[in-house]
């Protein structure tokens, strides 16, 4: 259930010298039960599982009309956290020979040999398995379906087959990563609804430039790494169209939202100002391709502004059922 490529953080691990080819010389390897905790901790990716909390929590207002049961949302999140985790440690499990080639993400647990790969693989099964059991259980059924499909999706679909076959795998493979939109409304009504499909939508077009502002940013490593993302087999130019096209698909699916699930007028004067801004940066990086030939180009501006965009546009979801005008 993960949307996009984190940027990998240090490791904190005793810095005791790693084994093995493929290691950067001195990573540390972890040898104390703390340095196992934060190694199994990474292979989870935290900062992807914090950015899909944001788009699982504000549904549940807009599914509950306001405050969701305590019980019900408390269980989503620690079970949706569990699923994503499940999906992000496999997906480390089945990229570790590509992981110790990139610099982004060298320093990861097995990229480190700080975790064994039948460690991390049982890790993520357990994981899998534990948060599909606990939604059916604690939840409801539709919510434990949708999270194993995210989970089967991001590994076999996205991870074994689009990943390194396709650049056009972050559009299609992101469809795992816009299904906590889906699971946190399930979890409220047991139901689906028009709105959590337009809220689907709108990360499912939001995925592709946000990634691929990353990925000018590190398209070397993906080229040495084999990993055919567009950034590496087509211009920065063409790059920078394509995520304008993207960005405008995602701030008009955006304001859908008003009309299909009858919100006050807090969250689509929110969702304008937030496209306007989102799509200016858009085009400025567009525009600087075509004048600057590369230079300055700064992809990660877009990038950053991006996590900006859909957390506060997420806000404004949970915010406008909370308001008396609300519809």
Sequence with gaps: MTLLNDPARPSTSAPEPAEGPGAPAGA????????????YVALCKPRVIELLLITTIPVMFLAAGGVPPLWTAAATLVFGTMSAASANAINCYIDRDIDREMRRTRRRPLALEQVTPRGAITFGVVLGAGSTVGFWLAVNALSALLSLSAILFYVFVYSLVLKRRTAQNVVWGGIAGCMPVLIGWAAITGTLDWPPLVLFGVVFFWTPPHTWTLAMRYREDYALAKVPMLPVVATERRVALESVLYTWATVLTSLALWPVAGTGPVYPAVAGV????????????????????????????FFHLSNVYLALLFTAVAVDPLLPWSG
Excluded: C, D, N
């Design 28 to 39: 540390p390897r972890a040898r104390t039960l703390g340095a196992y905790v934060r190694a």
């Design 274 to 301: 937030l496209g306007a801004v989102i799509l200016f940066e858009a085009h400025r990086l567009l525009a600087r391709t075509a004048s600057s030939g590369g230079v300055h180009l700064r992809p990660m501006r």
